[in-house]
Protein backbone atom coordinates (compact mmCIF):
# COMPACT_ATOMS: atom_id res chain seq x y z
CA UNK A 1 0.00 0.00 0.00
CA UNK A 2 1.30 3.52 -1.24
CA UNK A 3 0.29 6.52 0.78
CA UNK A 4 1.80 9.80 -0.78
CA UNK A 5 1.03 13.18 0.76
CA UNK A 6 0.62 16.51 -2.17
CA UNK A 7 1.91 19.54 -1.24
CA UNK A 8 -0.77 21.82 0.48
CA UNK A 9 -3.05 23.31 -2.10
CA UNK A 10 -5.24 26.63 -1.98
CA UNK A 11 -8.68 26.14 -3.47
CA UNK A 12 -10.61 23.35 -2.19
CA UNK A 13 -13.01 23.22 -5.12
CA UNK A 14 -10.74 22.62 -7.43
CA UNK A 15 -9.62 19.59 -6.37
CA UNK A 16 -12.90 18.15 -5.44
CA UNK A 17 -13.35 19.07 -9.09
CA UNK A 18 -10.58 17.05 -9.62
CA UNK A 19 -11.66 14.16 -7.62
CA UNK A 20 -15.12 13.68 -9.08
CA UNK A 21 -14.33 14.45 -12.08
CA UNK A 22 -13.26 11.97 -15.25
CA UNK A 23 -9.58 12.48 -14.75
CA UNK A 24 -7.36 13.69 -17.50
CA UNK A 25 -7.08 10.33 -19.48
CA UNK A 26 -11.32 9.62 -18.56
CA UNK A 27 -9.74 6.85 -16.25
CA UNK A 28 -12.19 8.25 -13.33
CA UNK A 29 -14.82 5.60 -12.82
CA UNK A 30 -17.78 6.21 -10.31
CA UNK A 31 -16.55 8.82 -7.91
CA UNK A 32 -18.10 8.73 -4.86
CA UNK A 33 -17.65 9.33 -1.22
CA UNK A 34 -16.48 6.19 1.53
CA UNK A 35 -15.77 8.30 4.85
CA UNK A 36 -15.73 11.42 5.81
CA UNK A 37 -15.59 13.48 9.31
CA UNK A 38 -19.70 13.52 8.96
CA UNK A 39 -21.52 11.10 8.16
CA UNK A 40 -24.21 13.14 6.77
CA UNK A 41 -21.83 14.82 4.74
CA UNK A 42 -23.20 15.39 1.14
CA UNK A 43 -21.53 13.15 -1.78
CA UNK A 44 -21.78 14.83 -5.28
CA UNK A 45 -21.07 11.37 -6.41
CA UNK A 46 -23.66 9.45 -5.27
CA UNK A 47 -26.90 12.05 -4.26
CA UNK A 48 -28.07 13.92 -7.36
CA UNK A 49 -28.85 17.09 -5.16
CA UNK A 50 -25.58 17.54 -3.32
CA UNK A 51 -22.66 19.81 -5.12
CA UNK A 52 -19.07 20.24 -5.03
CA UNK A 53 -19.91 23.62 -3.91
CA UNK A 54 -21.62 22.05 -0.62
CA UNK A 55 -19.24 19.52 0.16
CA UNK A 56 -16.72 22.44 -0.70
CA UNK A 57 -18.36 24.56 1.85
CA UNK A 58 -18.35 22.61 4.94
CA UNK A 59 -14.85 21.28 4.58
CA UNK A 60 -13.67 25.04 4.37
CA UNK A 61 -16.06 26.10 7.29
CA UNK A 62 -13.14 25.68 9.94
CA UNK A 63 -10.95 27.90 8.21
CA UNK A 64 -13.78 30.89 6.58
CA UNK A 65 -14.22 31.59 10.29
CA UNK A 66 -11.04 32.76 11.37
CA UNK A 67 -10.16 36.54 10.75
CA UNK A 68 -8.95 36.88 7.29
CA UNK A 69 -5.70 38.57 8.29
CA UNK A 70 -4.88 34.91 9.85
CA UNK A 71 -6.40 32.51 7.67
CA UNK A 72 -3.35 30.23 5.94
CA UNK A 73 -3.48 30.77 2.05
CA UNK A 74 -2.69 27.32 1.60
CA UNK A 75 -5.10 24.83 3.73
CA UNK A 76 -6.30 22.15 1.60
CA UNK A 77 -4.34 18.98 2.14
CA UNK A 78 -4.55 15.89 0.19
CA UNK A 79 -3.54 12.45 0.97
CA UNK A 80 -3.74 9.76 -1.83
CA UNK A 81 -3.15 5.59 -1.09
CA UNK A 82 -2.98 3.26 -3.74
CA UNK A 83 -3.11 -0.59 -3.24
CA UNK A 84 -0.27 -2.81 -4.63
CA UNK A 85 -0.76 -4.38 -8.17
CA UNK A 86 -1.14 -7.47 -6.89
CA UNK A 87 -3.63 -6.91 -3.93
CA UNK A 88 -7.35 -7.58 -4.25
CA UNK A 89 -10.25 -5.25 -4.76
CA UNK A 90 -11.51 -3.99 -1.59
CA UNK A 91 -14.67 -2.90 -0.63
CA UNK A 92 -15.74 0.62 -0.33
CA UNK A 93 -15.98 -0.09 3.94
CA UNK A 94 -12.43 -1.25 3.89
CA UNK A 95 -11.20 1.32 1.96
CA UNK A 96 -13.39 4.00 4.85
CA UNK A 97 -11.89 2.61 7.47
CA UNK A 98 -8.21 2.54 6.04
CA UNK A 99 -9.04 6.31 5.31
CA UNK A 100 -10.26 6.78 9.05
CA UNK A 101 -6.34 4.90 9.99
CA UNK A 102 -4.56 7.22 7.92
CA UNK A 103 -5.81 10.68 9.40
CA UNK A 104 -5.65 9.65 12.35
CA UNK A 105 -2.03 8.47 12.29
CA UNK A 106 -1.18 11.82 10.20
CA UNK A 107 -2.61 13.82 12.63
CA UNK A 108 -5.72 15.14 10.44
CA UNK A 109 -8.64 13.85 12.86
CA UNK A 110 -7.03 11.66 15.63
CA UNK A 111 -9.23 9.15 17.24
CA UNK A 112 -11.57 10.72 19.77
CA UNK A 113 -11.03 14.28 19.33
CA UNK A 114 -14.49 15.97 18.90
CA UNK A 115 -12.37 19.46 17.26
CA UNK A 116 -10.43 17.38 14.22
CA UNK A 117 -10.33 18.94 11.00
CA UNK A 118 -12.61 17.93 8.77
CA UNK A 119 -12.41 15.53 5.50
CA UNK A 120 -13.40 13.81 3.25
CA UNK A 121 -12.23 10.26 0.95
CA UNK A 122 -12.82 9.44 -2.47
CA UNK A 123 -12.94 6.73 -4.13
CA UNK A 124 -13.10 6.98 -8.29
CA UNK A 125 -11.09 3.81 -9.07
CA UNK A 126 -10.91 0.24 -7.77
CA UNK A 127 -7.16 0.25 -6.21
CA UNK A 128 -6.87 3.38 -4.49
CA UNK A 129 -8.83 6.65 -2.52
CA UNK A 130 -8.20 10.35 -2.64
CA UNK A 131 -8.32 11.82 1.01
CA UNK A 132 -9.47 15.77 1.16
CA UNK A 133 -8.78 17.67 4.49
CA UNK A 134 -8.52 20.99 5.70
CA UNK A 135 -6.21 21.73 8.08
CA UNK A 136 -7.92 24.07 10.43
CA UNK A 137 -9.18 22.84 13.38
CA UNK A 138 -13.10 22.82 14.80
CA UNK A 139 -10.91 24.55 17.80
CA UNK A 140 -9.67 27.04 15.46
CA UNK A 141 -6.06 26.12 15.42
CA UNK A 142 -3.98 24.59 12.80
CA UNK A 143 -3.43 20.64 12.84
CA UNK A 144 0.05 19.02 14.11
CA UNK A 145 1.31 17.28 10.38
CA UNK A 146 4.36 17.89 10.58
CA UNK A 147 6.03 14.45 9.18
CA UNK A 148 2.54 13.38 8.07
CA UNK A 149 4.30 11.70 5.30
CA UNK A 150 6.31 9.56 7.44
CA UNK A 151 3.46 8.89 9.71
CA UNK A 152 1.17 7.59 6.52
CA UNK A 153 3.69 5.30 5.40
CA UNK A 154 4.00 3.54 9.50
CA UNK A 155 0.42 3.22 9.12
CA UNK A 156 0.53 1.32 5.49
CA UNK A 157 2.73 -1.25 6.89
CA UNK A 158 0.30 -1.56 9.48
CA UNK A 159 -2.73 -1.89 7.30
CA UNK A 160 -0.76 -3.90 5.02
CA UNK A 161 -0.27 -6.85 7.52
CA UNK A 162 -4.31 -6.06 8.98
CA UNK A 163 -5.55 -6.97 5.67
CA UNK A 164 -3.12 -9.57 4.61
CA UNK A 165 -1.71 -7.23 1.61
CA UNK A 166 1.42 -7.13 -0.29
CA UNK A 167 4.33 -6.02 2.85
CA UNK A 168 5.93 -3.39 0.97
CA UNK A 169 9.83 -1.99 2.57
CA UNK A 170 9.48 0.60 4.76
CA UNK A 171 11.47 3.48 3.10
CA UNK A 172 14.38 6.09 4.32
CA UNK A 173 13.90 9.33 2.62
CA UNK A 174 16.75 8.26 0.11
CA UNK A 175 15.18 6.84 -3.18
CA UNK A 176 14.99 8.85 -6.24
CA UNK A 177 11.87 10.85 -6.62
CA UNK A 178 8.94 8.80 -8.41
CA UNK A 179 7.39 9.32 -11.54
CA UNK A 180 4.25 11.68 -11.15
CA UNK A 181 0.78 10.23 -12.42
CA UNK A 182 1.19 12.72 -15.22
CA UNK A 183 4.09 11.61 -15.87
CA UNK A 184 2.75 7.49 -16.02
CA UNK A 185 0.52 8.53 -18.09
CA UNK A 186 2.07 10.29 -21.00
CA UNK A 187 4.93 7.32 -21.23
CA UNK A 188 1.52 4.80 -21.46
CA UNK A 189 -0.15 6.86 -24.21
CA UNK A 190 3.05 6.83 -26.10
CA UNK A 191 3.74 3.16 -25.16
CA UNK A 192 6.84 3.54 -23.39
CA UNK A 193 7.91 1.19 -20.74
CA UNK A 194 9.41 3.72 -18.86
CA UNK A 195 8.48 7.47 -18.01
CA UNK A 196 11.16 10.35 -19.32
CA UNK A 197 12.35 10.64 -15.73
CA UNK A 198 13.34 7.22 -15.53
CA UNK A 199 14.55 6.64 -18.63
CA UNK A 200 17.11 9.98 -18.50
CA UNK A 201 18.31 8.59 -14.44
CA UNK A 202 19.35 5.14 -16.15
CA UNK A 203 21.23 7.04 -18.92
CA UNK A 204 22.80 9.62 -17.11
CA UNK A 205 24.22 7.02 -14.47
CA UNK A 206 25.38 5.10 -17.18
CA UNK A 207 26.76 7.79 -18.86
CA UNK A 208 28.38 8.92 -15.14
CA UNK A 209 30.02 5.67 -15.15
CA UNK A 210 33.57 5.75 -14.80
CA UNK A 211 34.27 9.44 -15.82
CA UNK A 212 37.66 10.89 -14.92
CA UNK A 213 36.50 14.87 -15.98
CA UNK A 214 33.99 17.58 -16.23
CA UNK A 215 34.45 17.71 -19.50
CA UNK A 216 34.42 13.80 -20.18
CA UNK A 217 30.73 13.86 -18.76
CA UNK A 218 29.34 16.36 -20.49
CA UNK A 219 30.97 14.77 -23.97
CA UNK A 220 29.02 11.47 -22.85
CA UNK A 221 25.70 12.99 -21.90
CA UNK A 222 25.85 14.86 -25.58
CA UNK A 223 27.01 10.98 -27.17
CA UNK A 224 23.79 9.79 -25.62
CA UNK A 225 21.65 11.77 -27.17
CA UNK A 226 20.44 13.98 -24.19
CA UNK A 227 19.79 17.64 -24.64
CA UNK A 228 22.09 19.31 -22.07
CA UNK A 229 21.99 22.89 -20.41
CA UNK A 230 24.28 24.01 -18.04
CA UNK A 231 24.10 26.79 -15.16
CA UNK A 232 26.91 29.01 -15.12
CA UNK A 233 27.34 31.82 -12.07
CA UNK A 234 28.30 35.33 -13.36
CA UNK A 235 31.90 34.41 -12.39
CA UNK A 236 32.10 31.49 -14.99
CA UNK A 237 32.14 28.61 -12.85
CA UNK A 238 29.60 25.87 -13.18
CA UNK A 239 26.99 25.59 -10.77
CA UNK A 240 24.68 22.82 -12.18
CA UNK A 241 23.25 20.73 -15.01
CA UNK A 242 19.88 19.74 -16.43
CA UNK A 243 18.90 17.02 -19.14
CA UNK A 244 16.48 16.18 -21.24
CA UNK A 245 15.44 13.83 -23.91
CA UNK A 246 15.09 14.68 -27.41
CA UNK A 247 11.21 13.79 -27.87
CA UNK A 248 9.96 14.70 -24.44
CA UNK A 249 8.22 18.45 -24.61
CA UNK A 250 6.01 20.59 -23.35
CA UNK A 251 2.08 21.89 -24.60
CA UNK A 252 4.44 24.47 -26.21
CA UNK A 253 7.00 22.17 -27.87
CA UNK A 254 10.04 22.89 -25.50
CA UNK A 255 12.29 20.18 -24.02
CA UNK A 256 11.16 18.83 -20.45
CA UNK A 257 14.24 19.19 -18.81
CA UNK A 258 15.42 17.46 -15.22
CA UNK A 259 18.25 18.29 -12.66
CA UNK A 260 20.53 15.91 -11.99
CA UNK A 261 19.86 16.09 -8.53
CA UNK A 262 15.63 15.71 -9.39
CA UNK A 263 16.53 12.30 -10.72
CA UNK A 264 18.52 11.47 -8.11
CA UNK A 265 20.37 12.32 -5.09
CA UNK A 266 23.49 11.52 -6.39
CA UNK A 267 23.42 12.41 -9.62
CA UNK A 268 23.63 16.17 -8.53
CA UNK A 269 26.92 18.02 -10.23
CA UNK A 270 28.74 18.04 -6.79
CA UNK A 271 27.88 14.83 -6.18
CA UNK A 272 29.23 13.82 -9.59
CA UNK A 273 32.09 15.62 -9.24
CA UNK A 274 33.09 13.11 -6.41
CA UNK A 275 32.97 10.35 -8.49
CA UNK A 276 35.99 11.76 -10.51
CA UNK A 277 37.79 13.23 -7.78
CA UNK A 278 38.08 9.81 -6.54
CA UNK A 279 38.41 8.14 -10.33
CA UNK A 280 41.92 9.75 -10.43
CA UNK A 281 44.47 6.61 -10.40
CA UNK A 282 47.53 5.33 -11.93
CA UNK A 283 47.52 4.60 -15.93
CA UNK A 284 46.77 0.88 -16.50
CA UNK A 285 49.62 -0.93 -17.56
CA UNK A 286 47.66 -3.24 -19.68
CA UNK A 287 46.11 0.11 -21.43
CA UNK A 288 46.99 1.09 -25.16
CA UNK A 289 46.44 4.84 -26.70
CA UNK A 290 44.28 5.31 -29.44
CA UNK A 291 46.53 7.09 -32.21
CA UNK A 292 43.08 8.22 -33.76
CA UNK A 293 41.65 9.56 -31.03
CA UNK A 294 44.09 9.77 -28.01
CA UNK A 295 41.83 7.70 -25.57
CA UNK A 296 43.17 5.33 -23.21
CA UNK A 297 42.06 1.45 -23.58
CA UNK A 298 41.65 -1.96 -23.05
CA UNK A 299 40.57 -4.72 -24.43
CA UNK A 300 36.83 -5.95 -23.42
CA UNK A 301 38.12 -9.14 -21.91
CA UNK A 302 41.90 -7.39 -19.99
CA UNK A 303 38.64 -4.89 -18.70
CA UNK A 304 36.44 -7.82 -17.49
CA UNK A 305 39.29 -9.77 -16.13
CA UNK A 306 40.13 -6.75 -14.05
CA UNK A 307 36.95 -5.69 -12.92
CA UNK A 308 36.69 -9.29 -11.69
CA UNK A 309 39.22 -8.83 -9.65
CA UNK A 310 38.32 -5.29 -8.43
CA UNK A 311 34.90 -6.76 -7.44
CA UNK A 312 36.77 -9.50 -5.81
CA UNK A 313 38.01 -6.91 -3.01
CA UNK A 314 34.72 -5.25 -3.01
CA UNK A 315 33.40 -8.41 -1.73
CA UNK A 316 36.42 -8.87 0.65
CA UNK A 317 35.74 -5.35 1.73
CA UNK A 318 31.63 -5.75 2.18
CA UNK A 319 32.13 -8.54 4.32
CA UNK A 320 34.95 -7.39 6.43
CA UNK A 321 34.91 -3.28 6.46
CA UNK A 322 33.28 -0.57 8.20
CA UNK A 323 29.92 0.83 6.84
CA UNK A 324 31.49 4.17 5.37
CA UNK A 325 33.74 1.85 3.38
CA UNK A 326 31.20 -0.33 2.21
CA UNK A 327 28.84 2.39 1.22
CA UNK A 328 31.26 3.36 -1.05
CA UNK A 329 32.20 -0.43 -2.48
CA UNK A 330 28.10 -0.48 -3.27
CA UNK A 331 28.19 3.02 -4.59
CA UNK A 332 31.18 1.88 -6.52
CA UNK A 333 29.09 -1.32 -7.73
CA UNK A 334 26.66 0.69 -8.82
CA UNK A 335 29.24 2.27 -11.41
CA UNK A 336 30.40 -1.58 -12.41
CA UNK A 337 27.05 -2.88 -13.05
CA UNK A 338 26.05 0.51 -15.36
CA UNK A 339 29.51 0.09 -17.22
CA UNK A 340 29.18 -3.99 -18.13
CA UNK A 341 25.28 -3.39 -18.87
CA UNK A 342 26.32 -0.65 -21.39
CA UNK A 343 29.32 -2.82 -23.05
CA UNK A 344 27.54 -6.10 -22.85
CA UNK A 345 26.39 -7.93 -25.59
CA UNK A 346 22.71 -8.60 -26.70
CA UNK A 347 22.13 -11.70 -25.29
CA UNK A 348 22.93 -10.49 -21.54
CA UNK A 349 22.01 -6.82 -22.22
CA UNK A 350 18.42 -6.89 -21.14
CA UNK A 351 19.10 -8.57 -18.27
CA UNK A 352 22.26 -6.49 -17.13
CA UNK A 353 20.37 -3.39 -17.55
CA UNK A 354 17.92 -4.21 -15.39
CA UNK A 355 20.17 -5.53 -12.55
CA UNK A 356 22.09 -1.90 -13.02
CA UNK A 357 18.67 -0.22 -12.84
CA UNK A 358 17.14 -2.25 -9.67
CA UNK A 359 20.50 -2.07 -7.85
CA UNK A 360 20.88 1.78 -7.96
CA UNK A 361 18.09 1.78 -5.21
CA UNK A 362 20.79 -0.53 -3.19
CA UNK A 363 23.83 2.61 -3.83
CA UNK A 364 22.35 5.11 -1.45
CA UNK A 365 21.38 4.64 1.94
CA UNK A 366 21.98 7.53 5.20
CA UNK A 367 25.30 5.94 5.92
CA UNK A 368 27.47 8.37 3.48
CA UNK A 369 30.08 6.36 1.96
CA UNK A 370 33.94 6.95 2.45
CA UNK A 371 36.04 9.02 0.01
CA UNK A 372 38.46 7.05 -1.79
CA UNK A 373 37.41 3.66 -1.13
CA UNK A 374 35.69 2.30 -4.25
CA UNK A 375 38.72 3.48 -6.48
CA UNK A 376 39.25 0.17 -7.76
CA UNK A 377 35.72 -0.50 -9.08
CA UNK A 378 35.33 2.90 -10.22
CA UNK A 379 38.94 2.34 -12.13
CA UNK A 380 37.43 -0.78 -13.20
CA UNK A 381 33.99 0.59 -14.32
CA UNK A 382 36.18 3.14 -16.40
CA UNK A 383 38.39 0.69 -18.36
CA UNK A 384 34.97 -1.51 -18.98
CA UNK A 385 33.88 1.82 -20.79
CA UNK A 386 37.01 2.30 -22.76
CA UNK A 387 37.41 -1.46 -23.34
CA UNK A 388 34.60 -1.19 -25.29
CA UNK A 389 31.74 -3.69 -25.96
CA UNK A 390 31.98 -7.13 -26.13
CA UNK A 391 31.16 -9.81 -28.75
CA UNK A 392 30.06 -12.40 -26.19
CA UNK A 393 31.91 -15.21 -27.21
CA UNK A 394 35.10 -15.98 -27.01
CA UNK A 395 37.53 -14.97 -24.11
CA UNK A 396 35.75 -11.78 -23.93
CA UNK A 397 32.22 -13.79 -23.62
CA UNK A 398 34.28 -15.81 -21.04
CA UNK A 399 35.51 -13.11 -18.76
CA UNK A 400 32.21 -11.10 -18.98
CA UNK A 401 30.60 -14.49 -17.60
CA UNK A 402 33.09 -14.78 -14.72
CA UNK A 403 32.96 -10.95 -13.77
CA UNK A 404 29.14 -11.84 -14.16
CA UNK A 405 29.28 -14.81 -11.42
CA UNK A 406 31.51 -11.77 -8.97
CA UNK A 407 28.84 -9.40 -9.62
CA UNK A 408 26.39 -11.49 -8.19
CA UNK A 409 28.14 -12.60 -5.47
CA UNK A 410 29.11 -9.27 -4.71
CA UNK A 411 25.16 -8.10 -5.05
CA UNK A 412 24.25 -10.74 -2.41
CA UNK A 413 26.66 -9.61 0.01
CA UNK A 414 24.61 -6.45 -0.36
CA UNK A 415 21.64 -7.58 0.07
CA UNK A 416 23.14 -8.79 3.75
CA UNK A 417 24.60 -6.13 4.48
CA UNK A 418 21.47 -3.76 4.17
CA UNK A 419 19.20 -5.91 5.63
CA UNK A 420 21.44 -6.33 8.55
CA UNK A 421 20.96 -2.75 8.81
CA UNK A 422 17.40 -2.58 8.52
CA UNK A 423 18.15 -1.50 4.67
CA UNK A 424 14.42 -2.90 3.91
CA UNK A 425 14.32 -1.19 0.56
CA UNK A 426 18.20 -1.16 -0.12
CA UNK A 427 17.98 -4.88 0.62
CA UNK A 428 14.95 -5.61 -1.82
CA UNK A 429 16.31 -3.64 -4.75
CA UNK A 430 20.05 -5.84 -4.34
CA UNK A 431 18.11 -9.39 -4.32
CA UNK A 432 16.11 -7.81 -7.42
CA UNK A 433 19.57 -7.06 -9.25
CA UNK A 434 20.83 -10.41 -8.58
CA UNK A 435 17.95 -12.21 -10.07
CA UNK A 436 18.35 -10.19 -13.10
CA UNK A 437 21.85 -11.07 -12.51
CA UNK A 438 21.33 -14.78 -12.10
CA UNK A 439 19.65 -14.50 -15.68
CA UNK A 440 22.71 -12.83 -17.18
CA UNK A 441 24.90 -15.58 -16.28
CA UNK A 442 22.72 -18.14 -17.37
CA UNK A 443 22.51 -16.59 -20.82
CA UNK A 444 26.24 -15.56 -20.70
CA UNK A 445 27.87 -18.77 -19.17
CA UNK A 446 26.67 -21.99 -21.55
CA UNK A 447 28.44 -21.02 -24.52
CA UNK A 448 31.96 -20.32 -22.86
CA UNK A 449 31.47 -22.96 -20.20
CA UNK A 450 30.75 -25.70 -23.39
CA UNK A 451 34.38 -25.87 -24.56
CA UNK A 452 35.33 -26.55 -20.97
CA UNK A 453 32.58 -29.41 -20.01
CA UNK A 454 33.44 -30.80 -23.66
CA UNK A 455 37.36 -30.85 -23.20
CA UNK A 456 36.66 -32.35 -19.40
CA UNK A 457 34.66 -35.15 -20.62
CA UNK A 458 37.45 -35.70 -23.12
CA UNK A 459 40.27 -36.57 -20.26
CA UNK A 460 41.13 -39.78 -19.83
CA UNK A 461 39.45 -42.06 -16.88
CA UNK A 462 42.92 -42.13 -14.78
CA UNK A 463 42.77 -38.38 -15.41
CA UNK A 464 38.80 -37.93 -14.81
CA UNK A 465 39.70 -39.86 -11.35
CA UNK A 466 43.31 -37.55 -10.50
CA UNK A 467 40.61 -34.60 -10.45
CA UNK A 468 37.81 -35.76 -8.54
CA UNK A 469 40.75 -37.16 -6.16
CA UNK A 470 41.91 -33.42 -5.75
CA UNK A 471 38.31 -32.23 -5.37
CA UNK A 472 37.53 -35.31 -2.28
CA UNK A 473 40.91 -34.06 -0.85
CA UNK A 474 40.17 -30.67 -1.16
CA UNK A 475 36.05 -30.15 -0.61
CA UNK A 476 35.21 -33.13 0.73
CA UNK A 477 31.99 -31.90 2.46
CA UNK A 478 30.70 -30.75 -1.20
CA UNK A 479 32.58 -33.00 -3.00
CA UNK A 480 29.60 -35.60 -4.36
CA UNK A 481 27.25 -32.94 -4.74
CA UNK A 482 29.84 -31.21 -7.22
CA UNK A 483 30.24 -34.06 -9.21
CA UNK A 484 26.59 -34.55 -9.98
CA UNK A 485 26.82 -30.82 -11.14
CA UNK A 486 26.53 -30.68 -15.09
CA UNK A 487 29.63 -28.09 -15.01
CA UNK A 488 31.53 -31.24 -13.34
CA UNK A 489 32.89 -31.04 -16.42
CA UNK A 490 34.36 -27.72 -16.99
CA UNK A 491 35.97 -27.78 -13.07
CA UNK A 492 37.66 -31.06 -14.12
CA UNK A 493 39.16 -29.42 -17.17
CA UNK A 494 39.73 -26.14 -15.32
CA UNK A 495 41.66 -28.40 -12.47
CA UNK A 496 43.61 -30.03 -15.84
CA UNK A 497 44.83 -26.41 -16.92
CA UNK A 498 45.75 -25.46 -12.74
CA UNK A 499 48.28 -28.24 -12.61
CA UNK A 500 49.33 -27.79 -16.00
CA UNK A 501 50.19 -23.93 -14.76
CA UNK A 502 51.98 -24.84 -11.91
CA UNK A 503 49.75 -24.83 -9.08
CA UNK A 504 48.74 -27.60 -6.68
CA UNK A 505 45.13 -28.03 -7.74
CA UNK A 506 43.77 -29.53 -4.20
CA UNK A 507 45.73 -26.44 -2.43
CA UNK A 508 44.01 -23.84 -4.81
CA UNK A 509 41.04 -25.55 -5.07
CA UNK A 510 40.68 -25.39 -1.04
CA UNK A 511 41.59 -21.67 -0.85
CA UNK A 512 38.82 -21.02 -3.60
CA UNK A 513 35.77 -22.83 -1.38
CA UNK A 514 37.17 -20.83 1.45
CA UNK A 515 37.15 -17.54 -0.02
CA UNK A 516 33.30 -17.25 0.54
CA UNK A 517 30.48 -19.06 1.05
CA UNK A 518 28.95 -20.98 -1.80
CA UNK A 519 25.17 -21.51 -0.52
CA UNK A 520 23.52 -19.10 -3.05
CA UNK A 521 25.28 -20.39 -5.93
CA UNK A 522 22.97 -22.24 -8.45
CA UNK A 523 25.80 -24.21 -9.94
CA UNK A 524 29.00 -24.72 -7.00
CA UNK A 525 30.86 -26.08 -10.14
CA UNK A 526 30.79 -23.27 -12.34
CA UNK A 527 31.50 -20.45 -9.34
CA UNK A 528 34.47 -22.47 -8.93
CA UNK A 529 35.88 -22.46 -12.15
CA UNK A 530 35.76 -18.86 -12.71
CA UNK A 531 37.38 -18.36 -8.99
CA UNK A 532 40.05 -20.97 -9.98
CA UNK A 533 40.23 -19.81 -13.32
CA UNK A 534 41.32 -16.07 -11.78
CA UNK A 535 43.39 -16.94 -9.28
CA UNK A 536 45.63 -19.11 -11.15
CA UNK A 537 45.43 -16.17 -13.97
CA UNK A 538 44.09 -18.42 -16.54
CA UNK A 539 42.58 -17.32 -19.61
CA UNK A 540 38.95 -17.30 -18.63
CA UNK A 541 38.16 -19.27 -21.82
CA UNK A 542 39.53 -22.57 -22.32
CA UNK A 543 42.99 -22.70 -22.36
CA UNK A 544 45.05 -22.94 -25.49
CA UNK A 545 46.54 -26.45 -24.65
CA UNK A 546 43.87 -28.82 -26.19
CA UNK A 547 44.54 -32.22 -24.42
CA UNK A 548 46.33 -32.41 -20.87
CA UNK A 549 48.11 -35.57 -19.90
CA UNK A 550 49.12 -36.44 -16.01
CA UNK A 551 52.23 -35.47 -16.65
CA UNK A 552 54.04 -32.35 -14.90
CA UNK A 553 53.80 -29.31 -16.22
CA UNK A 554 55.72 -28.13 -19.13
CA UNK A 555 59.76 -27.74 -18.63
CA UNK A 556 59.46 -24.35 -20.33
CA UNK A 557 57.48 -22.62 -17.29
CA UNK A 558 60.60 -23.97 -15.22
CA UNK A 559 60.58 -24.99 -11.40
CA UNK A 560 61.80 -21.55 -10.15
CA UNK A 561 58.66 -19.73 -12.14
CA UNK A 562 55.74 -21.88 -10.57
CA UNK A 563 54.57 -21.16 -7.09
CA UNK A 564 55.47 -23.81 -4.74
CA UNK A 565 54.04 -23.06 -1.37
CA UNK A 566 50.64 -21.68 -0.33
CA UNK A 567 52.42 -18.27 0.73
CA UNK A 568 53.40 -17.77 -3.09
CA UNK A 569 50.12 -18.89 -4.51
CA UNK A 570 47.92 -16.15 -2.54
CA UNK A 571 50.46 -13.63 -3.24
CA UNK A 572 50.04 -14.42 -7.02
CA UNK A 573 46.14 -15.39 -7.34
CA UNK A 574 45.89 -12.08 -5.44
Known amino acids: MIPKVHKLGTRTIGLLYYLYGPGTHEEHIDPHLVAAWDRLAPDPGRDPKATYGDLQRLLDQPVMALPESVRPARHVWHLSVRAAPEDPILTDE ?16 PEGDDDACRWAAVRHADDHIHIIATVIRHDGRQARIRQDGARSQAEARKTEV ?19 SAERHKANRQGKERTPREELRETVRRTAAGVA ?57 PRIRERWASNASKPNRDATTDRSSGSVRVSPSTARRQATWAVWQAVLAVDQGDDGPIAAQLAGAGEVLDALAKTSAAHTRRELRDAAFAFERATRSHIRAGQGHARGLRQAARDLVHGGP ?3 RG ?15 LVTAAAHWHRMKGHAQQAAAARQAAEHLR ?33 RQAVPELAEQVLTEQGWYALAATLADVEHAGYDPAALLAEAAERR ?22 PAG ?28 SAKSR
Open 213 to 269: SEQEFFDRLAAAGLLVSQRVAPSGDLLGYKVALTDDRNEDHEPIYYSGSTLAPDLSL
Open 395 to 409: EDGATTAMLIDMVFF
Open 162 to 180: DYGLRRLNAGDGTAAKRPT
Open 94 to 109: QWADIARRMVAATGIA
Open 390 to 392: ALG
Open 439 to 471: AAYQAAAPMNLSVMHQRGRRLSQPLQRKQAAYL
Open 542 to 569: PSATPEHTATAPTAARGAAQRPTNHKER
Open 517 to 538: ELDTADSISDVLVWRLRRMADL
